[in-house]
T-cell receptor
Framework: GAGVSQTPSNKVTEKGKYVELRCDPI?????LYWYRQSLGQGPEFLIY????????DSGLPNDRFFAVRPEGSVSTLKIQRTERGDSAVYLC??????????FGPGTRLTVL | AQTVTQSQPEMSVQEAETVTLSCTYD???????LFWYKQPPSRQMILVIR??????QNATENRFSVNFQKAAKSFSLKISDSQLGDTAMYFC???????????FGAGTRLTVKP
């Protein structure tokens, strides 16, 4: 596809469960970012990948959150032992040049 | 730490008129980027316009232009000839040069009325 895609579009889970959110960046984009957007707020940075490695994970809120990008393309954001406060829209973005980021449509996570 | 402030939670404008959205930021950096992103109900963030801090000339993209005042740390967005499709949340964002941590403001909800 031409743009960044994210699956699933919506995810409903129960407190304490494990979830995985997937991001397919634009082909050829080496940089990939995850953001979390709570209701009524702007996106907050979570983690940045350059290639396969996490170049900056300073935005991950705690050790329940983890992300991987094993082949330098698709990335998965993993959340363990989900809490109600994790409910938000999780946005993924990719970039070729490092200054302009192209965003996907996001995954809305609801933790009941 | 860098902060981005959008002081207008909501704004409205009549179709075909002009509207200006405000943004201020706080940084000690001299080299950085500023952005305006649009987020319609579909949730997808769409880049509207980008400004490099070292460039004095204000960026322009068709009906969208910015007023970048570096000394005042102000970066407002002007939308001319507003269209119904401009209705969306607008986010101002800051990113340090050679750093990938983009900081967003809280957003301004713009409604264009027919």
């Amino acid at each position: 596809g031409a743009g960044v895609s994210q699956t699933p579009s919506n995810k409903v889970t129960e407190k304490g469960k494990y979830v995985e959110l997937r991001c397919d960046p634009i082909s050829g984009h080496t940089a990939l970012y995850w953001y979390r957007q709570s209701l009524g707020q702007g996106p907050e940075f979570l983690i940045y990948f350059q290639g396969t490695g996490a170049a900056d994970d300073s935005g991950l809120p705690n050790d329940r959150f983890f992300a991987v990008r094993p082949e330098g393309s698709v990335s998965t954001l993993k959340i363990q032992r989900t809490e109600r406060g994790d409910s938000a829209v999780y946005l993924c973005a990719s970039s070729l040049t490092g200054d302009v980021q192209f965003f996907g449509p996001g995954t809305r996570l609801t933790v009941l | 730490a860098q902060t981005v402030t959008q002081s207008q939670p909501e704004m409205s404008v009549q179709e075909a008129e002009t509207v200006t959205l405000s943004c201020t930021y706080d940084t000690s950096e001299s080299n950085y980027y500023l952005f305006w992103y649009k987020q319609p109900p579909s949730r997808q963030m769409i880049l509207v316009i980008r400004q490099e801090a070292y460039k004095q000339q204000n960026a322009t993209e068709n009906r969208f232009s910015v007023n970048f005042q570096k000394a005042a740390k102000s970066f407002s967005l002007k939308i001319s000839d507003s269209q119904l499709g401009d209705t969306a949340m607008y986010f101002c964002a800051f990113m340090k040069y050679n750093n990938n941590d983009m900081r967003f403001g809280a957003g301004t909800r713009l409604t264009v009325k027919p």
